[in-house]
């Protein structure tokens, strides 16, 4: 029976990740492979198809032919629609047909398996083994809500970008998922292709002059930050980086992000005296880095942070990460992870960096801290890191009523672990202090 795979992918890094997971042999031979790209953007009518991207058609000719989840669900958005269980044999049927699949066996490789489109993929095709690739950071951190079992139990591997060596995914852990790393030289030797096909980015850059890429994020479309809040943190990384000596600053604003964030940064350079260029194509910052050559990338928590410094040797800073801990709610967002792993193993661009920790016991506690229903397995590793470790700077990783529901060390203070835990002796305990005079 002739075998066709379908990889699935919604944004140019999957892509390339694809690609370099195909080079290097990392998927078995097949009569077909098929890339099924995806438009997730709030309006991806106003939005450009993967398709159209920078860069795309180095790539197309790893697959045999290209399709689209939108055209094929419209006029229904990806990120919101999936088919009724009693509609399955029919939108298997429809697709083998549109699609051209016959009764070819298939075998699927997703990203963020937890949401759709890839579970709509994943339900429509039941009997197809999966694959489940990573583009970023959050594979490393729990799965984010409890998955299907008739999907669980069909992945094969995690499939991701070595991008902390000493680190393995967490994702899907519950069904005993192994994991598998793309290799690092595949992948840039990938990113090398995309970069040949941008010989004008439209930068005065000056040459043998070097420049500091800050990389821009749209959090405040998540509900993170607020806009002001968000565009404080641009200027943070634009005059921290002044402050570092710098005076030649690439800025590459998220696709989605307002105008008017690029526009306060101009009027910031100028102030600070140094000159400012705003990135109009969306590339993605790996081609920025084998163009530019950066002598520093400054960001939040973005994976191209860690593709900088493990992937090119660049030097990198963070900023924001301690506000983000903070801000992210409920203790379970899964940007807690990456956010995590940025503040941990990542220096500062402002102050003094803070003692190492260890990562991996910190990420199995954070991880069963966020999800213990799912990952009740981690809870053992969790109490021996909090009763270990918990200390002045690893307080930030955790919330003191985290710990308490949870019941970990951590949860309260000794001298007050003769306290029940009820309701009403907290809330009564919470009115004691309010209406308790501090001490000047």
């Not at 795309?56 to 055209?71: A, E, I, Q």
């Not at 079992?149 to 192994?178: N, W």
Request: aromatic share 6%.
């Amino acid at each position: 029976m002739p075998t066709t795979q379908i990889f699935a992918a919604s944004t140019l890094y999957g892509v390339a990740t694809l690609a370099a997971a195909l080079d290097s042999d990392c998927f078995p031979a097949a009569d077909r492979r098929l890339l099924l790209i995806s438009n997730n953007a709030p309006a991806p009518e106003v939005s450009p198809a993967l398709d159209t991207m920078p860069g795309f058609d180095r790539l197309r000719g790893r697959f045999d032919g290209v399709l689209s989840w939108n055209d094929t669900i419209a006029p229904f958005h990806p990120g919101g629609w999936s088919p009724r269980p009693d509609d399955v044999p029919l939108w298997e049927r429809h697709l083998r047909l549109l699609w051209g699949l016959g009764d070819d066996r298939i075998e699927l490789a997703l990203e963020s398996i937890q949401v759709n489109p890839a579970q709509a993929v994943a339900q429509i095709f039941p009997d197809a083994p999966l694959t489940v690739y990573a583009d970023g950071l959050m594979t490393y951190g729990p799965t984010r809500n409890k998955l299907d079992p008739l999907i669980g139990s069909r992945v094969r591997r995690v499939l991701h970008l070595d991008l902390v060596p000493e680190l393995r995914p967490l994702l899907l852990g519950e069904f005993g998922v192994p994991s598998e790393t793309v290799p690092t030289a595949s992948f840039v030797k990938t990113v090398g292709e995309l970069a040949a096909n941008e010989t004008e980015l439209g930068l005065a850059v000056h040459d043998g002059e070097p420049l500091v890429l800050l990389l821009g994020q749209y959090l405040s479309a998540l509900s993170i930050l607020t806009p002001d809040q968000e565009e404080e943190l641009h200027l943070r990384m634009l005059r921290g980086a002044a402050a570092r000596g710098h005076r030649r600053i690439v800025f590459k604003p998220h696709p989605s992000a307002p105008p008017a964030w690029s526009q306060a940064l101009q009027a910031e350079a100028v102030t600070l005296d140094v000159r400012l260029s705003v990135l109009e194509r969306p590339l993605m910052a790996e081609v920025l880095y084998e163009r530019l050559s950066p002598a520093l990338v400054v960001g939040c928590f973005s994976t191209a942070l860690l593709t900088a410094s493990a992937f090119y040797g660049i030097p990198v800073a963070r900023v924001g990460t301690e506000l983000l801990l903070d801000r992210l709610a409920p203790y379970q967002n899964s940007n807690r992870v990456p956010v995590t792993i940025a503040d941990a193993l990542l220096p500062p661009l402002e102050g003094e960096a803070h003692p190492a920790v260890d990562l991996p016991a910190l990420l199995r506690a954070v991880g069963y801290a966020m999800q213990p229903e799912l990952r009740p397995d981690l809870r053992g590793a969790a109490e021996r890191y909090l009763a270990a470790s918990l200390n002045a700077h690893t307080w930030r990783y955790f919330k003191r009523r985290r710990l308490t529901a949870l019941a970990l060390p951590g949860a309260v203070p000794s001298q007050l672990g003769f306290i029940p835990r009820n309701a009403t002796v907290r809330r009564v305990a919470r009115r004691v202090r309010r209406l308790t005079p501090r001490r000047a």
